[in-house]
């Protein structure tokens, strides 16, 4: 079975201030994981993925996000927040035969303040 | 590429009746998906096309629900005897698998709002 669970419905950071966005996933499979991003009224954008080889990956807009299959994690970074990156973001993991079929997790909102 | 489109945008209806929704891919994408998020949770797969096959369902979609993708294009789901329990946003995403499994990518639409009163 697949999930995955994020930690912290909300997290608030100052412009400029490091962005940790938590997901810990559950896989039978050797996991694929990935980041979305959902602004207001807009569709689901893809930030990043880990698929196979380095574990360490980096997406748009200067996101970044390390799996560590240890720790069953791959959290979400970004050294500077800026004022754009305030949305919904939504950790998912997929079996990989077909990456489309993904679980979500419940999100995290990211709010950033001037 | 104009993305993936959907309409309506926002449905508002009774509960009882039906309801269709209709997804158009992205051009030459053989591969379709509906999602379904309610408020505080993330999109939930209801079901996958490849090409005019349905080739995955989940046990989500109750007897009510039906999709369809007859000509491997544009898709629709139908929801009938609408419940309130249906309101939610109705996602559709769209893609073209490339030789590797995982190469394939997302897009997504806007969705469909889904409010039964």
């Known amino acids: 079975a697949q999930s995955v669970t994020q930690l912290g419905s909300h997290v608030s950071v100052s412009e400029g201030a490091l962005v940790l966005l938590r997901c810990n996933y559950s896989?039978?499979?050797?996991?694929?994981l990935f980041w979305y991003v959902q602004y207001p009224n807009q569709g689901l954008q893809l930030l990043l993925k880990y698929t196979t080889g380095a574990t360490l990956v980096k997406g748009i807009n200067g996101f970044e996000a390390e799996f560590k299959k240890s720790e069953t994690s791959f959290h979400l970074t970004k050294p500077s927040a800026h004022m754009s990156d305030a949305a919904e973001y939504f950790c998912?993991?997929?079996?990989?035969?077909?990456?489309?079929?993904?679980?979500f997790g419940r999100g995290t909102q990211l709010t950033v303040w001037p | 590429d104009t993305g993936v489109s959907q309409d309506p945008r926002h449905k508002i209806t009774k509960r009882g009746q039906n309801v269709t929704f209709r997804c158009d891919p992205i051009s030459e994408h053989n591969r379709l998906y509906w999602y379904r998020q309610t408020l505080g949770q993330g999109p939930e797969f209801l079901t996958y096309f490849q090409n005019e096959a349905q080739l995955e369902k989940s046990r989500l979609l109750s007897d009510r629900f039906s999709a369809e993708r007859p000509k491997g294009s544009f898709s629709t789901l139908e929801i009938q005897r609408t419940e309130q329990g249906d309101s939610a946003m109705y996602l559709c995403?769209?893609?073209?698998?490339?030789?590797?499994?995982?190469?394939?990518?997302?897009?997504f639409g806007s969705g469909t709002q889904l409010s039964v009163l």
């Open positions: 995403a769209s893609s073209l698998p490339g030789r590797a499994d995982n190469n394939e990518k997302l897009f």
């Open positions: 998912a993991v997929s079996r990989g035969s077909t990456l489309g079929r993904l679980y």
């Open positions: 896989s039978s499979v050797p996991p694929y």
